[in-house]
């Protein structure tokens, strides 16, 4: 399976913009690239996804690059709330019946207030 | 809320026990994952299911095994429990076989094996 890069922790400030990078350099072209969070003492939740187009939601926004070795999840105006732990995962479409979905170690986000 | 329910929340047990973890859906949904999370490691698959009966193996399976035997429940057992296998273990849903289906999680069981 491709395996995905990110930065172990990061930190922002409250209302101001945070990018978080992924780098996924041996991913696929049948692979879609999905966000997942996990708030403190809860199972992770899901973010949002894309294939190769950037896609936004009521949650973040996802920039891929176009030759899709990285992409960038982008809260717009950080909160307290989105103190989380970040994963970035590649999903294989072609693949999906033995879908193994491992999630690496992902990155710390602290918000400073 | 995807209706996923573990339980039980928190289980203290000794070694050598039997334990066993229940993970509860009410969607009717078809692939159920059991994961286990240790610090500085991340989520790990332990066991996976995709459908009544039917289940296969993650990348840290030794020392569990799991079953299914009507859609809504996937149970994860530690037949001899063992001091490693002191962790958050959550488990997960989806509804569909395709990528872009969302995965739901629940919100997991703290197990300490003394």
């Known amino acids: 399976d491709a395996k995905t890069t990110q930065p172990n922790s990061m930190e922002s400030n409250e209302e101001e913009p945070v990018h978080l990078p992924c780098n996924h350099s041996?991913?696929?072209?049948?692979?879609?690239i999905h966000w997942y969070r996990q708030l403190p003492s809860q199972g992770p939740e899901y973010v949002i996804h894309g294939l190769t187009s950037n896609v936004n939601n009521r949650m973040a926004s996802l920039a891929i690059a176009e030759d899709r070795k990285s992409s960038t999840l982008i809260l717009h105006r950080a909160t307290l709330r989105d103190a989380a732990v970040y994963y970035c995962?590649?999903?294989?479409?072609?693949?999906?019946?033995?879908?193994?979905?491992?999630f690496g170690t992902g990155t710390r986000l602290t918000i400073i207030p | 809320d995807a209706g996923i329910t573990q339980s039980p929340r928190h289980k203290v047990t000794e070694t050598g026990t039997p334990v066993t973890l229940r993970c509860h859906q009410t969607e009717n949904h078809r692939y159920m994952y059991w994961y286990r999370q240790d610090p500085g490691h991340g989520l790990r698959l332990i066991h996976y299911s995709y459908g009544v009966k039917d289940t296969d193996k993650g990348e840290v399976s030794d020392g569990y095994s799991v079953s299914r035997s009507k859609t809504e429940d996937f149970l994860l057992t530690l037949e001899s429990a063992t001091s490693s296998q002191t962790s958050v273990y959550f488990c997960a849903i989806k509804s569909r076989d395709t990528a872009n289906e969302k995965l739901f999680f629940g919100s997991g069981t703290q197990l300490s094996v003394l």
């Open positions: 995962i590649l999903r294989d479409r072609s693949n999906f019946g033995n879908e193994k979905l491992t």
């Open positions: 041996t991913i696929s072209g049948t692979d879609y």
